[in-house]
T-cell receptor, first 114, second 111 residues
Framework: DAGVIQSPRHEVTEMGQEVTLRCKPISGHNSLFWYRQTMMRGLELLIYFNNNVPIDDSGMPEDRFSAKMPNASFSTLKIQPSEPRDSAVYFC????????????FGPGTRLTVL | SQKIEQNSEALNIQEGKTATLTCNYTNYSPAYLQWYRQDPGRGPVFLLLIRENEKEKRKERLKVTFDTTLKQSLFHITASQPADSATYLCALETSNYQLIWGAGTKLIIKP
């Protein structure tokens, strides 16, 4: 099994630029999660999809963040425009069932906004 | 709102001893709680899940307890090894069917 795949692994961009992070969940999993992790705030849930439908996006910081899941095998998290405070590691995770099932994490994308 | 706390200070343990990590929670009674391990530069990896009606769960050298009266879970690693050094996170299910995460405790096993 390939596990959860994320790309890119590292992204360095300048303030104001658009950033798109990509995720391929484990085949057959029904739920997908986007998290952000920083030293200060730990692991924060940004958005949770179940069967490709956004269930809870209350963790999305502001309108600059958007996420889509056009099909069961692909999701994107977009930040536009990016700001230095968005610098963090962004994880995608998937689970076989609902939001409280065991979650399988990808390797993460380390984002640095200069 | 639900709150979950783990010891923010790193835990230093001598190799071969038992390491014990604590996860406390408030304002909720979860049906189950999960423990994950995170190594530097990697995503968290699931270790164990314990349900409210299970006082204790074991997997090889790992043991988890769940005290719903104290609102606390303890995570034990017996016969600890330097390879057990990592950050350990607990996560509990919430009333809106999602997990909330502790900040994690960094465990350092010294040879």
């Amino acid at each position: 099994d390939a596990g959860v795949i994320q790309s890119p692994r590292h992204e360095v961009t300048e303030m104001g630029q658009e950033v798109t992070l990509r995720c391929k969940p484990i085949s057959g999993h029904n739920s997908l999660f986007w998290y952000r992790q920083t030293m200060m705030r730990g692991l924060e849930l940004l958005i949770y999809f179940n069967n490709n439908v956004p269930i809870d996006d209350s963790g999305m910081p502001e309108d600059r963040f958007s996420a889509k899941m056009p099909n069961a095998s692909f999701s994107t998290l977009k930040i536009q425009p990016s700001e230095p405070r968005d610098s963090a590691v962004y994880f995608c995770a998937s689970s076989p069932g609902t939001g409280t099932d065991t979650q399988y994490f990808g390797p993460g994308t380390r984002l640095t906004v200069l | 709102s639900q709150k979950i706390e783990q010891n923010s200070e790193a835990l230093n343990i001598q190799e071969g001893k038992t390491a014990t990590l604590t996860c406390n929670y408030t304002n909720y009674s979860p049906a189950y709680l999960q423990w994950y391990r995170q190594d530097p530069g990697r995503g968290p990896v699931f270790l164990l899940l314990i349900r409210e009606n299970e006082k204790e769960k074991r997997k090889e050298r790992l043991k988890v307890t769940f005290d719903t009266t104290l609102k606390q879970s303890l995570f034990h690693i017996t016969a600890s090894q330097p390879a057990d050094s990592a950050t350990y996170l607990c996560a509990l299910e919430t009333s809106n069917y999602q997990l909330i995460w502790g900040a994690g405790t960094k465990l350092i096993i010294k040879p």
